[in-house]
């Protein structure tokens, strides 16, 4: 089945270091591949995407570029702030299986530290 | 609504017990889906909703689990007989029409504590 592997945390980091934050899937298709952010309080909202191979997604700095040859998703941003500590998944649909189901990873704790 | 409301926020309750979580997506959002986080674990699919279609019950984890929703409006999803390996925060999110390039929108969870 589906799955996805990201990088295990708590990653702290002190402000304008460089991030990356490793995603890599499993799938039987061509999924779709999503960083979602739940920020202290929050719900989980979509932070970037990529549809197809070679796609980057991007938003408010952050990077994601879909590659297929190693299946991997990672999200970078080069300079990080303390409000983006929060927890970050990684995720993918597959439209092989016909349905939209969302596959998560377990998150990532980022705590930005001035 | 401006955003997906999930109530309660929080639920203790006996192992044994039923207990029943809300969901109100956002209006016009076709597509609602349940989620479920144990501690330290990744999101866990278990029902999704779209339109007038048959749900998606293939995630839930067993026959104690149930999920109803009226039209395109409020989600309930019931648990009975409570276990503690229930304990999770349970997540409601809805999208505008469930193709997974429109985006999904999320509750701030329900956690529920299984004593």
């Known amino acids: 089945g589906d799955s996805v592997t990201q990088m295990e945390g708590p990653v702290t980091l002190s402000e304008e270091a460089f991030l990356t934050i490793n995603c890599t899937y499993t799938a039987t298709g061509y999924p779709s591949l999503f960083w979602y952010v739940q920020y202290p309080g929050e719900g989980l909202q979509l932070l970037l995407k990529?549809?197809?191979?070679?796609d980057k997604g991007s938003n408010k700095g952050f990077e994601a570029t879909y590659r297929k040859e190693t299946t991997s998703f990672h999200l970078e941003k080069g300079s990080v702030q303390v409000s983006d500590s929060a927890v970050y998944f990684c995720?993918?649909?597959?439209?092989?299986?016909?349905?939209?189901?969302?596959?998560f990873g377990t998150g990532t704790r980022l705590t930005i530290i001035p | 609504g401006a955003g997906v409301s999930q109530s309660p926020s929080n639920k203790v309750t006996e192992k044994g017990k039923d207990v029943e979580l809300r969901c109100d997506p956002i209006?016009?959002?076709?597509?609602l889906y349940w989620y479920r986080q144990r501690l330290g674990q990744g999101l866990e699919f278990l029902i999704y909703f779209q339109g007038n279609s048959a749900p998606d019950k293939s995630g839930l984890p067993s026959d104690r689990f149930s999920a109803e929703r009226t039209g395109e409006s409020v989600s309930t999803l019931t648990i009975q007989r409570t276990q503690q390996e229930d304990s999770a925060v349970y997540l409601c999110?809805?999208?505008?029409?469930?193709?997974?390039?429109?985006?999904?929108?999320f509750g701030q969870g329900t956690r529920l504590t299984v004593v």
């Open positions: 999110a809805s999208s505008l029409d469930g193709a997974l390039n429109t985006e999904a929108f």
């Open positions: 990529a549809t197809k191979a070679d």
């Open positions: 995720a993918l649909s597959d439209p092989n299986f016909g349905n939209e189901k969302l596959t």
């Open positions: 209006s016009g959002h076709t597509a």
